[in-house]
């Protein structure tokens, strides 16, 4: 079960159904829904093939398995949303997360299920239309247990493959604090400046930007130290060089950023440490200001 059918949802979607997967989707619009169910998901490769696979989709909760694994793939804002929904689900149910920033972890307290999980994705997505994601970057998805009240967790080694390969790690909060500062260095400077990664590393200015923002995070947080280096960001800006990010998809799409659960929950926790990240607050306001305007670059 997949709530949410965006790009990430839609790639998780195909690469699993490639792997014979029963794949069902939970959608916001009938329109999408029907759209699914007729036609499928159509991947395309970075190499121009493209990949079609057989989905079923609702926006009907009742319509939806409740033996399965649930994937919750809607951004954090979106949360609230469906939060009476997932409360309605067996304890049973296993659910796995897979929101940008930290501040899913805190609202995912609240709910009861025996078996919680939480991913983080560093593949690369554009979501052409309704039923159609480019795969523009195979990356690593690191999966950990959240809240565990059984004792006999989810075999999650059935969803590994050559395209989806995850590494199984213990600290939920470790790999969700590394993929939010991974974000921060990268998601707000794109949208601010309208740039692809990789011109984060070619624009010399842009490239002393990320690289100052990387160090006044690691002052919050030094324990990111033996997880997370700057090699590391300008690796993952090489590696997505062509890419635009998923805030900056978000502002040409007129859609509300993820600066909140991302770059605002990091400065609440570094105030919590009586730290002060001045370059990522003004970061922070400028893509705040971007949203608050309302309208996409021209």
């Known amino acids: 079960m997949i709530v949410g059918a965006g790009a990430i949802g839609l790639l998780i979607g195909s690469l699993l ?6 794949i069902t989707y939970i959608t916001r619009t009938t329109e999408q829904a029907n759209n699914l ?13 493209k990949v079609h696979s057989r989905v079923d989709a609702f926006v009907d909760y009742g319509q ?19 939060k009476e929904k997932l409360h ?3 304890l049973s149910t296993p659910l796995l997360f897979i929101q940008n920033g930290i ?16 991913a983080t994705i560093e593949h690369g997505a554009f979501k052409e239309n309704a039923t159609t994601i480019i795969h523009k970057g195979i990356g690593l998805t690191k999966v950990a247990p959240y809240k565990m009240t059984t004792n006999t967790p989810l075999d999650m080694t059935i969803l590994q493959s050559p395209k989806f390969q995850i590494e199984f790690v213990e600290d939920a909060y470790a790999i969700v604090l590394r993929k939010a500062i991974l974000n921060a260095c990268i998601n707000p400077i794109t949208t601010i400046l309208f740039i692809e990664n990789g011109k984060l590393i070619s624009n010399k200015h842009a490239f002393q930007l990320m690289h100052s923002l990387f160090l006044e995070l690691q002052t919050a947080f030094p324990e990111i130290s033996s997880m997370l280096t700057f090699e590391h960001v300008k690796a993952l800006c090489e590696k997505t060089s062509p890419n635009k990010s998923s805030m900056l998809q978000d502002r040409l799409n007129n859609r509300q950023t993820e600066i909140e659960p991302i770059v605002g929950a990091l400065l609440k926790l570094a105030t919590t440490r009586d730290k002060e990240l001045p370059l990522l607050q003004t970061l922070y306001q400028l893509v705040l200001a971007i ?3 309302g309208e996409p670059h021209e």
């Open 17 to 22: 159904s490639e792997q014979k997967h029963e």
């Open 103 to 118: 501040a899913h972890l805190q609202w995912i307290n609240q709910l009861q299920q025996e078996q919680i999980y939480i």
């Open 88 to 90: 309605a689900l067996p």
């Open 64 to 82: 939806a398995p409740t033996n399965a694994l649930w994937i919750i793939a809607v951004k954090y804002h979106h949360l609230q949303d469906i």
């Open 37 to 49: 169910r007729h036609n499928g998901i159509t991947l395309v490769q970075a190499n121009g093939e």
């Open 291 to 293: 949203d608050e305007k």
